[in-house]
C-alpha cells in the first residue's frame, strides 16, 4: 500500500496562505529588477555611479515617511497628514534657524512637533473615536494651513551650515549623509518592531482588535505608540528635506503621502493591517523611487510619472489587498 499525503481542507488553506506569502514577499523584488533592467537597457546613465547615489538621496526621506506609515499601516489604521506634517516642521525648522540662528538645535525641535501631531492624530482617533482616515485627513488640512500661516505664503530660505552638513554632506564611503541618517533609523525600527513587545502588539492589534483585547494586549496604547512614531519619523524627515534644501516651501512635503503609502503596500504590508512589517518598507521605498529616478532620466513628462505612479498604487492594492480581513469596504 503506498503512502498518500492526506490532503485536507485545512492543509489546502495552510498551502494556498504559504504561496501568497511567497508572492507577496517576492513581487517588489522582482518589480524591482524589471525596473532596473528596463531603465538600465534604455539609459546608460541609469546604472552610472553618480546615479546610484541620487537614488540614495532620492529615497532617504520617503524611507523615513514610509517607515512611519507602516507601524499606522500595521495596526490597521492609516495617516494621511504624514506630508503635511513634514512640511510643518520644515517650515519650522527654517523658521527657528534664519530668525532665532538655533542651529542643529532645531532638531529636536523638528522632532518635537512631529511627535505632537502624532499625538494631536492619535488623540482625535483613539478618544474622538473618528476613523483614522477621516482624522489624518482633516489634520492634513490643517497642518497644512498652520504652515502657510507660519510662512506668511513665501519660501522661508536660510543658510546654517551644520544643518547643510548634516544632510548633504558625505560622512562615509562618499554615500550622502541624509542616506545614511534615514538608514540608520530604518534598521532601528525595524529592530523595535521586530523584536520587541511592541512590535509584536502591532501585528496583533492590526490581526484583530477584539482578539487583541481578549488576549490582554493594550490596544489605546499600542495604537497611539503607532502614530507618536509615525509624527515623530515624518518630523525627522522634514527636517532633513529642509536642510538638504536650505529652504523651506509650503506643500513641499505633498507628495510624501501617495508615494509612503504606496511604498508600504508595495513593499507587502497590507493596508488591511496585520500582516507584513515595518522592515518591508525598505524594497517598496526602492521600487517607487527607482520608477521616478528612472523616469526622469529617460525624460518622461512629470505630469505622465504621477499617471503611472497611481496606476502603480492601484494595482498594488489590487495584488496584495488581504479581502477576506473586510468585512466591508470602507
Known amino acids: 500500500m503506498s503512502n498518500m499525503a492526506l490532503v485536507t481542507p485545512f492543509t489546502v488553506g ?65 495617516d494621511l497628514s504624514l506630508g503635511a506634517v513634514a512640511t510643518l516642521t520644515a517650515i519650522a525648522t527654517a523658521l527657528v534657524v534664519r530668525d532665532y540662528s538655533f542651529g542643529l538645535w532645531a532638531l529636536p525641535v523638528a522632532m518635537a512637533i512631529g511627535l505632537a501631531a502624532g499625538a494631536f492624530n492619535a488623540a482625535l482617533h483613539l478618544l474622538g473615536r473618528i476613523p483614522s482616515f477621516l482624522t489624518t485627513l482633516g489634520t492634513m488640512g490643517i497642518f497644512t494651513g498652520v504652515s502657510t500661516w507660519l510662512a506668511g505664503g513665501a519660501n522661508v530660505v536660510f543658510s546654517d551650515s551644520s544643518i547643510a552638513c548634516l544632510a548633504s554632506g558625505r560622512m562615509l564611503l562618499n554615500i550622502p549623509n541624509v542616506a545614511l541618517w534615514s538608514l540608520a533609523l530604518f534598521l532601528l525600527c525595524s529592530l523595535v518592531a ?105 525624460g518622461v513628462n512629470p505630469f505622465s510619472q504621477i499617471v503611472i505612479k497611481g496606476v502603480v498604487v492601484v494595482l498594488a492594492v489590487a495584488l496584495l489587498l488581504d479581502r477576506s480581513k473586510i468585512e466591508f469596504v470602507k
Open 14 to 78: 495552510f498551502q494556498m496562505v504559504r504561496r501568497q506569502a511567497l508572492f507577496v514577499t517576492l513581487l517588489p523584488v522582482v518589480l524591482l529588477v524589471i525596473e532596473a533592467l528596463v531603465f538600465g537597457l534604455s539609459n546608460e546613465r541609469f546604472l552610472s555611479m553618480m546615479n546610484l547615489f541620487n537614488v540614495m538621496r532620492q529615497s532617504a526621506i520617503l524611507l523615513l515617511v514610509a517607515t512611519g506609515s507602516s507601524f499606522v499601516i500595521l495596526v490597521g489604521s492609516i
Open 194 to 298: 521586530a523584536r520587541t513587545h511592541f512590535g509584536r502588539n502591532l501585528m496583533i492589534v492590526g490581526g484583530g482588535e477584539a482578539v487583541a483585547e481578549l488576549s490582554g494586549v493594550r490596544v489605546f496604547a499600542v495604537k497611539a505608540g503607532a502614530f507618536l512614531m509615525s509624527g515623530l519619523l515624518a518630523g525627522f524627515a522634514g527636517f532633513l528635506l529642509v536642510a538638504r534644501s536650505g529652504t523651506g516651501a509650503s506643500r513641499m512635503g505633498d507628495d510624501l503621502m501617495l508615494d509612503a503609502i504606496a511604498a508600504v503596500v508595495i513593499g507587502g504590508t497590507a493596508l488591511s493591517g496585520g500582516i507584513g512589517g515595518v522592515h518591508r518598507a525598505l524594497f517598496g521605498v526602492l521600487v517607487i523611487t527607482v520608477m521616478s529616478n528612472g523616469l526622469n532620466v529617460s
